[in-house]
């Protein structure tokens, strides 16, 4: 079975600071997707990385980047000088099989503030 | 680029009515969609797999005969809640895969509240 854990339920940051939400998941296969999606408050789910089991190379997009350890089936999610507009619920999920289904992360809600 | 486009976004009903959803993709074929529930404060969760042109693949738990889907045609799911009750009110949302030709994206529908008061 397949299992998404974001320990952090909630995290406050002041403005400029950094924040790290963390992912661990857990699954037998050997190939997999691991996605992040952002949901402010209108409910919408904005795509933000997905990484594929064999690529463990860590990635940066501007503010944001990306650890993946596959020794600790993490992939932990930074934000670099955090701003108010990143006030959100972040979602970590797993993508494994020939399915297109996602299991999802419980979510860490990300709050920025002055 | 490829969307996934849901509606409606917000749906009050009455309840004990039905209510329909729909799902379509706007410039891509998808043989497959995803129902996703999300109530609040609360992750997503799958309800069922949408097939076209054969019966839906209910996940455990969610009443099939409540939750009626319907994947007519390769761009378009519907998904129909039946019978609406005040503890059906949830954010529903739709999801399709891009296939090999947009590197395997998932697109999802900006999804759609639904209130039964």
């Known amino acids: 079975a397949q299992k998404v854990t974001q320990a952090q339920t909630e995290i406050s940051v002041v403005e400029k600071e950094d924040v790290t939400l963390d992912c661990v998941y857990e699954?037998?296969?050997?190939?997999?997707?691991l996605f992040w999606y952002k949901q402010p408050p209108s409910g919408e789910l904005v795509f933000l990385i997905r990484?594929?089991?064999?690529?463990?190379q860590n990635e940066i997009s501007g503010r944001y980047s990306w650890n993946f350890q596959k020794s600790t089936s993490s992939f932990n999610f930074t934000i670099t000088a955090s701003q108010v507009v990143d006030s959100a619920v972040y979602f970590c999920?797993?993508?494994?099989?020939?399915?297109?289904?996602?299991?999802f992360g419980t979510g860490t809600r990300l709050q920025v503030t002055l | 680029g490829a969307v996934v486009s849901q509606h409606p976004s917000w749906v009050i009903c009455k309840s004990g009515t039905s209510v329909k959803i729909e799902c379509r993709s706007l410039?891509?074929?998808?043989?497959?969609m995803f129902w996703y529930r999300q109530f609040p404060k609360q992750s997503l969760m799958l309800m069922a797999t949408?097939?076209?042109?054969?019966?839906?693949?209910?996940e455990q738990g969610v009443e099939k005969d409540k939750f009626l889907i319907n994947h007519a045609s390769l761009t378009l799911s519907t998904l129909t809640v039946t019978s609406a009750h005040p503890e059906d009110s949830s954010f529903y949302i739709c999801?399709?895969?891009?296939?090999?030709?947009?590197?395997?994206?998932?697109?999802f529908g900006e999804g759609s509240w639904l209130t039964v008061v």
């Open positions: 999801s399709a895969p891009g296939g090999a030709s947009s590197g395997n994206t998932i697109y």
């Open positions: 699954t037998r296969d050997t190939t997999y997707y």
């Open positions: 990484r594929n089991s064999f690529d463990e």
């Open positions: 999920a797993l993508l494994t099989g020939t399915a297109s289904k996602l299991t």
């Open positions: 410039d891509f074929q998808a043989t497959t």
């Open positions: 949408s097939n076209e042109g054969s019966k839906a693949t209910y």
